[in-house]
């Protein structure tokens, strides 16, 4: 099914190819624009449903995502959310996640960004698309800084853990030579 030349889908997963995903509404509906590398899709999930089901799908739930950030950098509020961190599937809300036009991006494809009018944000990705956002420039910098520090201290984590073992791997090496 195609709604105004885009692609309907039932149900998404966000992957490493996603860069946005924003409310899209249809008569009294609610559904998702997602923007990936490669195109734009209409999903019959609000971007919240489609954030939520992501991390169900790579192991966790939402609320669990959420508890993690909290617990890793201290943020409760429009907390940036690691969905998939061993692949870098990091985003993060420019709203309340309860609000219906809360817009999720993807850390890892913002490239570039400036103050609009009207205390809005245009967003510019890696391969050339760009969003204007409903949020004030300052507001949208907060969130990305939030969402840096998340991926920065989970990346360290992960990197002294992968060192440890490593270290623990070589004496036992050692031990049996």
């Known amino acids: 099914m195609k709604v105004n ?14 860069m946005a995903i924003l409310p899209y509404f249809l008569n009294s509906d609610v559904y998702a624009k997602v923007i990936e590398e490669d195109g734009e899709y ?8 489609i954030i939520k089901h992501s991390c169900d799908y790579y192991g966790s739930s939402f609320q ?33 996640p309860r609000d219906s036009r809360c817009v999720w991006l993807s850390h890892m494809h913002v490239y570039r960004y400036e103050p609009a ?44 853990r992968e060192r440890k073992l490593q270290y623990i791997f070589r004496m036992q090496q050692e031990k049996q030579s």
Do not use: C, W
């Open 64 to 96: 669990g995502r959420k508890e993690g950030t909290k617990a890793v950098i201290g943020i409760t509020h429009k907390a940036p959310i690691a969905i998939e961190p061993a692949n870098e599937i990091y985003v993060f809300p420019t709203a309340s």
């Open 117 to 160: 009018k009207y205390e809005r944000t245009v967003v510019y990705f890696r391969n050339g698309k760009s969003v204007l956002l409903d949020v004030s420039y300052k507001s949208f910098i907060n969130q990305l800084y939030k969402t840096a520090q998340l991926r920065t201290k989970l990346s360290e984590r992960m990197e002294a």
């Open 42 to 49: 209409i999903i019959k999930q609000t971007p919240i449903d």
């Open 5 to 18: 030349e885009f692609i309907v889908l039932e149900q998404f997963i966000v992957s490493r190819y996603t």
